[in-house]
C-alpha cells in the first residue's frame, strides 16, 4: 500500500514548455486534489475532482488543466509554464471520512 | 470564503520542552487536519479532529468548534519535531467537497 504517489520529484522547465504531472493512489479515494505551496504560505487549491470523470476549478486554477480517467489517477497539466508557475506541487486523496493523505510533492521550476 | 490562522507563526525551543499552538477559524467547519511538515518537505497527518480531543504519544490536540478554535500540545519536545505545522479546515457543502483551508502555519525550532 503506497498511499499516495507523485511523479517526478523535482523538474526544471523553460518559460513556454509544457509538462504533466502524475498523481496515483491505491487507496481506492474518491475525491482527489491538487495544491500549490509558495514560500512562507499554506496550501493553495488549484483543482479537485469528486470522481473518475470529473474535474473542478480550486482557488488557483489559471494556467492549469487537469484529467481523472481513472480513479486512481489525477493529472497536472502545465501547457504554457511561466515562472509564476514555480512552486511545490501537492497531491491529496480523500476517503470516505474526509481526511486527506498528501503525497510527498513535486518540485517545479520554470527558468 | 473560510479564513485560517495560526499562532505563533515562529516558535524557538529548548528540548524537553513544552507548547501549545493554536488555530483560528472564521466560519463552522466540519473537517480539520493538523499536519507536520518536516524539514524535507514532506506533509504527515497529525490529526483528524473537527471536534473533541485526540492524543498519540507526546502530541495532542483539542477542537471546541463551536469557538472556532483547534490547539496542538507538543509536549517534551524533540529536535525531530522541527519543521512547519499546519492546521487546515475544510466544509462540505452541497458539492459535497472536503477543499481544505490552510492556515500560514506555525514554524517551530527544537534546539538540543
Known amino acids: 500500500n503506497a498511499g499516495v504517489t507523485q511523479t517526478p520529484k523535482f523538474r526544471v522547465l523553460k518559460t513556454g514548455q509544457s509538462m504533466t504531472l502524475l498523481c496515483a493512489q491505491d487507496?481506492?479515494?474518491?475525491?482527489m486534489y491538487w495544491y500549490r505551496q509558495d514560500p512562507g504560505m499554506g496550501l493553495r487549491l488549484i483543482h479537485y475532482?469528486?470522481?473518475?470523470?470529473?474535474?473542478a476549478k480550486g482557488e488557483v486554477p489559471d494556467g492549469y488543466n487537469v484529467s481523472r480517467l481513472k480513479k486512481q489517477n489525477f493529472l497536472l497539466g502545465l501547457e504554457s509554464a511561466a515562472p509564476s508557475q514555480t512552486s511545490v506541487y501537492f497531491c491529496?486523496?480523500?476517503?470516505?471520512?474526509?481526511?486527506?493523505?498528501f503525497g510527498p510533492g513535486t518540485r517545479l521550476t520554470v527558468l | 470564503g473560510i479564513q485560517v490562522e495560526q499562532s505563533p507563526p515562529d516558535l524557538i525551543l529548548q528540548e524537553g520542552a513544552n507548547s501549545t499552538l493554536r488555530c483560528n477559524f472564521s466560519d463552522s467547519v466540519n473537517n480539520l487536519q493538523w499536519f507536520h511538515q518536516n524539514p524535507w518537505g514532506q506533509l504527515i497527518n497529525l490529526f483528524y479532529?473537527?471536534?473533541g480531543t485526540k492524543q498519540n504519544g507526546r502530541l495532542s490536540a483539542t477542537t471546541v468548534a463551536t469557538e472556532r478554535y483547534s490547539l496542538l500540545y507538543i509536549s517534551s519536545s524533540q529536535t525531530t519535531d522541527s519543521g512547519v505545522y499546519f492546521c487546515?479546515?475544510?466544509?462540505?457543502?452541497?458539492?459535497?467537497?472536503?477543499?481544505?483551508?490552510f492556515g500560514q502555519g506555525t514554524t517551530l525550532q527544537v534546539k538540543p
Open positions: 491529496a486523496s480523500e476517503g470516505d471520512y474526509n481526511e486527506q493523505f
Open positions: 479532529i473537527p471536534s
Open positions: 487546515a479546515v475544510g466544509r462540505k457543502g452541497s458539492s459535497n467537497t472536503g477543499k481544505l483551508i
Open positions: 487507496m481506492n479515494h474518491e475525491y
Open positions: 475532482s469528486v470522481g473518475e470523470g470529473t474535474t
